[in-house]
C-alpha cells in the first residue's frame, strides 16, 4: 500500500530506539514504531519498553514490555536472519508484546541456564490494563558449546501457560 511507500521503497517498519546503560546494572531498552509517511500521525506504538538490572551472567532481571519469545525464532532479531522470513510453525508461537516481568541467567557450572517470566496476556499498543489473564513462560537447558566446533549448542526445555487462552482484546488480536 502507499501508506508503507517512500517513492519505490517498501517501508514494513519505521522505527526508532534507545538503549542505554547506567549505573553499570542497570540498562533500559525502548522501541517505537513510526508510521512511515506520519500519517494519519507520526507515533504507531511501542513494542518494548524495559529496564534490566543484570547483576552478573547468572542473573539478570527486567521488567516492562516484551516480546514474549517462546520458540527460537522469537529469541533473535529478525536482522540477523537469512533473507527468508520468520517461518508460519513459529508464527503461530507468536504470543506478542507483553508487559510482565522475568528472570533469566546463563553460564551457570558450566553452561546451565534458565528463564522465568509473568506476563499480562492484553496485547496493547502501549503498556497494559491487565485485562487477559497471564502467560507463564519457563525454559531451563544447557549451554554445551564448548564442548563441541559450534559456534552454538544448546538443549532447553520451555514451557508456556496461557491462564485465559479464551481471551481476546478485539476480533484481530487473539490470544
Do not use: C
Not at 517498501?10 to 542497570?26: H, I
Not at 521488567?63 to 508464527?91: C, I, M, V, W
Request: net charge negative; no cysteine.
Amino acid at each position: 500500500p502507499e501508506s508503507q511507500r517512500w517513492g519505490d521503497i517498501e517501508v514494513r517498519r519505521f522505527r526508532l530506539g534507545l538503549r542505554a546503560k547506567m549505573f553499570k546494572k542497570l540498562s533500559f531498552l525502548s522501541l517505537v514504531d513510526l508510521y512511515p509517511n506520519f500519517d494519519p500521525r507520526i507515533y504507531k506504538r511501542t513494542p518494548e519498553t524495559f529496564f534490566t538490572w543484570a547483576e552478573n551472567d547468572a542473573f539478570q532481571i527486567s521488567l516492562g514490555k516484551t516480546e514474549l519469545k517462546f520458540d527460537r525464532e522469537q529469541e533473535y532479531s529478525s536482522k540477523e536472519f537469512p533473507l527468508f522470513e520468520r517461518t508460519a510453525l513459529g508464527n503461530m508461537f507468536y504470543g506478542g508484546e507483553l508487559a510482565g516481568i522475568w528472570a533469566s541467567g546463563k553460564n551457570i557450572a558450566g553452561g546451565w541456564l534458565y528463564y522465568l517470566g509473568v506476563f499480562d496476556n492484553d496485547r496493547q499498543d502501549e503498556l497494559t490494563d491487565f485485562e487477559g489473564g497471564t502467560m507463564i513462560l519457563g525454559k531451563t537447558g544447557y549451554n554445551y558449546s564448548q564442548h563441541t566446533d559450534l559456534d552454538l549448542a544448546e538443549v532447553k526445555f520451555q514451557i508456556l501457560h496461557n491462564t485465559e487462552p479464551g481471551f481476546a482484546a478485539s476480533p484481530n488480536d487473539l490470544a
